[in-house]
């Protein structure tokens, strides 16, 4: 995709200055800028490379006058940053926008979809699954029988969404999810085997969802894993069955949440976080990266560490962990002249 300067300046509602032909077709950072390519200036920092970047166009803050002669068109617009996050806003969409069915794919007879539909090549949809409009399912996707996927959601390649799963409106489904499988469900026997407990509920994300890449979230034992609308997934995370996970509460990668947890709204937690199932988090509770939590905690909480401990008694607690050896050194030097007395 190729567009101009006159082009991306009409869309920002900015002003060009230079040549309004001159066209991009790639994005690129202001120190590494090449002829076809589109750049911002934001940060004062970088401004010493206005002056040396090949990006063919860059745009600034309105009140940017240089001090020397530039090669690139500049688009001037009220706020540099925010300008160039719509603009890749709208590239995003642009470049999704995608409709139709490609060949091969297996799409039952029982299935429905609505407008500006893209189902991409060897994707599976089962019986009586229901796609609102301005669905995009990417190649190699899976998706089971009863499956309801409402408006504006797009599926990347190679996610897995199994049976009665229900996806809420503008969710974002990336590469290598899993939502629907078996939650870890077994019952030892008088003989200490095991056998498996039956997973017959299922998984529903509220709209305005993302989950990232390789995430795992597992249908429930019976009724409903839940992700509460808002809720933003890193890559890598496992949800166990019957968690519920409250609006809005952002969770970085590789963290493991186990069965049954509730988790409140407008939470933070950090990446390889731990939590042990059948436990209560509260609202707005914030978790520092590698925690574990095995307790239920009340809201406005901060945590790390493991056993987690509230974030003051940790670090207060560190600053004499780090001391342990010469605490131990000290007494270790008492105890010799106790004995010598």
Do not use: W
């Not at 688009?75 to 139709?100: H, P, R």
């Amino acid at each position: 995709m190729k567009f101009t300067a006159g082009q991306i300046a009409g869309i920002l509602e900015g002003e060009v200055d230079g040549n309004p032909e001159i066209a991009v077709h790639k994005l690129a950072k202001i120190e590494e800028g090449e002829t076809g390519s589109l750049t911002f200036l934001a940060n004062p920092k970088y401004t010493s490379y206005i002056y040396t970047t090949k990006a063919s166009i860059t745009i600034v803050n309105k009140d940017f006058i240089p001090e020397q002669s530039i090669a690139t068109t500049l688009i001037k617009v009220e706020d540099a940053y925010k300008s160039f996050s719509k603009l890749l806003e709208y590239y995003n969409e642009v470049k999704n926008n995608k409709t139709g069915i490609e060949e091969p794919v297996f799409l039952s007879e029982t299935a429905s979809y609505g407008s500006d539909f893209y189902l991409g090549a060897f994707s599976y949809l089962g019986n009586n699954v229901i796609i609102g409009n301005n669905v995009k399912i990417h190649p190699n996707v899976y998706i089971g029988d009863n499956v309801n996927i409402a408006d504006n959601v797009i599926v990347y390649a190679g996610a897995k969404i199994y049976s009665e799963s229900i996806i809420g409106k503008n969710c974002v489904i990336h590469s290598g999810v899993i939502i629907g499988a078996d939650g870890f469900g077994f019952t030892p026997n008088e003989k200490g085997e095991f056998t498996k407990v039956p997973q017959t509920g299922n998984v529903i994300l509220e709209e305005n969802v993302d989950v990232g890449a390789g995430t795992t979230i597992d249908r429930a034992t019976l009724g409903s894993t839940v992700l509460r609308k808002g809720v933003k997934l890193d890559n890598q995370i496992q949800i166990a069955h019957n968690v519920e996970i409250g609006e809005h509460t952002a969770i970085a990668a590789q963290t493991g949440i186990a069965g049954s947890t509730k988790i409140g709204k407008h939470c933070m937690i950090g990446g390889q976080v731990g939590i042990v199932g059948h436990i209560t988090i509260g609202d707005r509770v914030k978790i520092q990266a590698q925690s574990g939590i095995g307790r239920n905690v009340k809201d406005d909480e901060v945590l790390q560490g493991s056993p987690a401990l509230t974030y003051g008694d940790y670090n207060k607690s560190y600053v004499h962990f780090k001391n342990l050896p010469k605490l131990i050194q000290k007494v270790d030097e008492i105890e010799k002249r106790i004995d010598g007395e």
